[in-house]
């Protein structure tokens, strides 16, 4: 079963100091209790001898010792971390799930929320089982194996687990396959029909208006540049989509046939059979029964022993996030700062966006982690595509001048491709999920030409210029014979500059890596084969291999410190932000602090300084306003061109504190 719950055992390799490699077994990822004689508690990553994943947590009953300490701390509880006895823990995924914990005052699902009430949920006594109410969702393959792999935790110590479907595809009943019980709605519309993948090429409509793509791509499989050269799909292009397709199927059918009890051809069956009624799932054995959500209730509550005019006993997943690790000796002294990388990387920018690494908020995060003396080891959670040259390049140094302080162990996300892998590369060790999308050691520089289409719709274009090279991007026109070998020579100096690099990371030759580079897309499973990532698991897994590289006891509990949350004003943003900022222009304006909404904006403007105008802020009205950056709406609002103050003062907030 290559890419189901149990998959690849490949060892995972720990490099010693005389350059040797050894086989290394994963230890515990949290402590056991005190005394092993009182029978010992804890979470332990599973090892190649019992078959099971390396990213696999491994539940072991609560000793006395562990079971009367819990009890003492869940009786001193504070009022708003306290729960009903016998409650379910109700979990809704549905839209987003975020990589980051959200900042102060402001609420949304994340991975780190699940991952830590599901751990705590599995030691609670309260909780008597999972609730897990599934809609579409909109995360990576990757966020569905870490969830799953908590589930399947859960369900090891003995707890009910039950999954409501009303619509949804793959990712959703894989999610709810996680789960014993599967209910969905009499009409729910579950669509079930397999995979696929796609390309958008758009060269013939270049070619229409009259625009032509310079484009040097250094690899065969970089297809980005494909987007706008080709008018189909390449056969590099294809052999690699290929692979992640192959790849996402047989996880799916793996997961599904182990859940469901059926086999993998029952299962591929299933999927071209394209079942559209429910009653056809539930005949096939593919749910456990169709039921109204409120059904649902009534079966968990009959369960609870609850009266009947009481509701179902639950605490959501919002409310138990309150609940401390520490309740369940779940932390420890040592710390292991989780510093996470999530989006495109740039080199501008100030604060924290939930689609952006900045060069300089990362940078901080990593210098702050690397010098806080109780911060035993790092564990860098990358999920990106890449972006900025530079920027990753500035990124990479300091994650290697942190490694030569402490361990810095990667765990990749959903993405962790080009500049994305940049960044991994630096660490100790790399830590990727087996759906994980990696690799794409590679580099793709492009320009347009506009000639023709200046010349269709009667434009002209001049430039002057003083210097060989100094009209290289000169949109008028193409590249001449002499800018083109430049043009090239520019994008192979960065390819090289970039494979040499992670030759050297990844302690393989350069012409190994030659092999597993030219900007080729692996899937985690994949990229473990070939050298290019050390585990596959998820984020537990890193943990335990930096507190392994850290030198910190097996048994030892470690506090896991979240660095990064996604920032706002006190975490408020969008309409809140919004709001908020005609709140506070009211009070202001009540005030007398400053005449009126407009010298608010204007002192916070003369405070900034004056720059450039951003993002087209010559055409902004109010219905744009929002899709602004900060320093662009508070541009616009300088020039008069936004009519709401509020709006203005909000997207400040954002991106203020």
């Not at 079930?192 to 758009?202: A, E, K, N, Q, V």
């Not at 999927?271 to 209730?297: C, H, I, N, P, R």
């Not at 810095?408 to 060790?429: F, T």
Request: glycine share 10%; net charge positive.
């Amino acid at each position: 079963m290559p890419f189901g719950l149990f998959g690849s055992k490949k060892p995972l390799q720990e490099v010693q100091e005389d350059g040797e490699k050894e086989p290394v077994v994963p230890q515990e990822a949290h402590e056991q209790a005190p005394s092993a004689a009182e029978g010992s508690s804890g979470t332990q990553q599973a090892s190649t001898d019992d078959g099971a994943d390396y990213g696999d947590l491994v539940y072991t009953k609560p000793g006395t010792y562990r079971r009367m300490k819990t009890s003492w701390n869940l009786m001193r509880a504070a009022p708003w971390r306290r729960v009903s006895k016998g409650a379910v823990l109700t979990i809704e995924l549905r839209q987003s799930v975020k990589e980051m914990l959200p900042g102060f005052w402001v609420y949304n699902v994340s991975l780190p929320a699940i991952r830590n009430c599901l751990l705590k949920a599995t030691y609670d006594p309260r909780i008597s089982g999972l609730l897990l109410k599934v809609g579409p969702v909109d995360c990576g393959w990757a966020k569905i194996q870490e969830i799953l792999r908590h589930i399947r935790l859960f369900r090891q110590s003995g707890k009910s687990t039950v999954a409501f479907l009303e619509r949804g595809g793959e990712k959703e009943y894989l999610l709810a396959c996680g789960c014993d019980e599967v209910y969905t709605n009499p009409v729910a519309s579950l669509n079930l029909r397999g995979m696929s993948m796609s390309g958008t090429f758009l060269r013939g409509t270049l070619d229409k208006v009259g625009v032509e793509p310079q484009v040097r791509r250094i690899g065969k499989y970089k297809s980005f540049g494909d987007t706008i050269v080709r008018e189909s799909m390449s056969d590099p292009q294809r052999e690699q989509m290929s692979e992640l397709l192959e790849d996402m199927y047989q996880y799916f059918v793996d997961v599904v046939a182990e859940s469901r009890k059926k086999t993998a051809a029952e299962v591929m069956h299933m999927l071209d059979e394209g079942f559209v009624e429910m009653s056809e799932y539930k005949a096939g054995g593919w749910v456990t029964d169709l039921k109204y959500f409120d059904e649902v209730e009534k079966l968990i509550k009959d369960r609870q022993g609850r009266a009947k005019k009481d509701s179902m006993a639950q605490v959501t997943l919002r409310q138990y996030t309150s609940v401390s690790l520490s309740a369940f000796g779940l932390t420890g002294p040592d710390t292991i700062a989780v510093i996470r990388a999530v989006g495109g990387i740039t080199g501008s920018g100030q604060g924290a966006s939930p689609n952006t690494i900045t060069c300089k908020k990362l940078a901080e995060d990593i210098r702050k982690a690397r010098d806080r003396k109780n911060v035993k080891a790092i564990v860098l959670r990358v999920d990106s595509p890449g972006g900025d040259v530079l920027a990753s390049d500035v990124l990479w140094r300091e994650v290697r001048m942190a490694a030569r302080k402490k361990p810095v162990v990667a765990s990749m996300g959903d993405v962790a491709a080009s500049g994305g892998y940049y960044l991994s590369m630096a660490a100790d060790k790399i830590v990727a999920e087996r759906l994980t999308i990696t690799g794409s050691i590679g580099v793709v520089v492009a320009k347009f030409s506009f000639a023709e289409m200046y010349k269709k719709i009667g434009v002209g274009r001049e430039m002057l210029s003083k210097g060989q090279f100094a009209g290289l991007f000169a949109d008028g026109r193409s590249f001449s014979k002499e800018e083109d070998e430049y043009f090239t020579r520019v994008a192979n100096i960065f390819y090289n500059i970039f494979r040499d690099k992670a030759a050297e990371c990844r302690n393989l030759s350069v012409e190994d890596m030659e092999n597993y580079a030219q900007g080729r897309v692996w899937s985690g499973a994949r990229a473990s084969r070939v050298g290019l990532v050390d585990a596959l698991g998820g984020i537990d897994l890193a943990v335990d291999v930096a507190k392994r590289a850290a030198k910190i006891p097996p048994k030892a509990h470690v506090h896991v410190w979240e660095v990064c949350r996604e920032r706002g004003f006190m975490g408020v943003s969008g309409a809140g932000a919004s709001a908020l900022g005609s709140l506070l222009l009211a009070f202001l304006g009540r005030s007398g602090e400053s005449g009126s909404a407009m010298d608010v904006l204007q002192h916070a403007r003369s405070q900034q300084g004056l720059t450039p105008l951003l993002m087209g802020v010559e055409g902004v009205d109010g219905s744009a306003s929002a899709e602004l950056s900060p320093q662009a709406m508070l541009d616009a609002a300088f020039l008069g061109r936004v009519d709401d103050p509020s709006r203005v003062l909000g997207a400040l907030l954002r991106g203020a504190f």
